[in-house]
């Protein structure tokens, strides 16, 4: 069983930043993908950004040139450096990782709030 402790949410004003950490521990398989997705009210989730074991990176759309995901393979965890923030990022942020052949796991989600 894996467990998803994601730490770094908060509120901050349009054009601030913030960086999200996920750290994974149980029974982890060492090739998987590591990422964030995210939901807001009333919307289906949606990617945010992930990352292969091996380096290879995915962002949705929305967050391109804004958003930075990193990875640190010897502690399982992964990072999201959020910069330029706007309203529309407003979500609750939840990490994911996914090993070919075995159910998603996912943490608790974080709230992030973009406002003034």
């Known amino acids: 069983q894996v467990q998803l402790v994601e730490s770094g949410g908060g509120l901050v004003q349009p054009g601030g930043s913030l960086r999200l950490s996920c750290a994974a521990s149980g029974i982890i398989f060492g090739i998987n993908t590591m990422g964030w997705y995210r939901q807001a009210p009333g919307k289906q989730r949606e990617l945010v950004a992930t990352m292969t074991y091996f380096g290879a990176i995915e962002y949705g759309d929305s967050v391109k040139g804004r958003f930075t995901i990193s990875r640190d393979n010897a502690k399982n965890t992964v990072y999201l450096q959020m910069n330029s923030l706007k309203p529309e990022d407003t979500a609750v942020y939840y990490c994911?990782?996914?090993?070919?052949?075995?159910?998603?796991?996912w943490g608790q989600g974080t709230q992030v709030t973009v406002s003034s």
């Open positions: 994911n990782l996914r090993t070919i052949g075995r159910p998603d796991n």
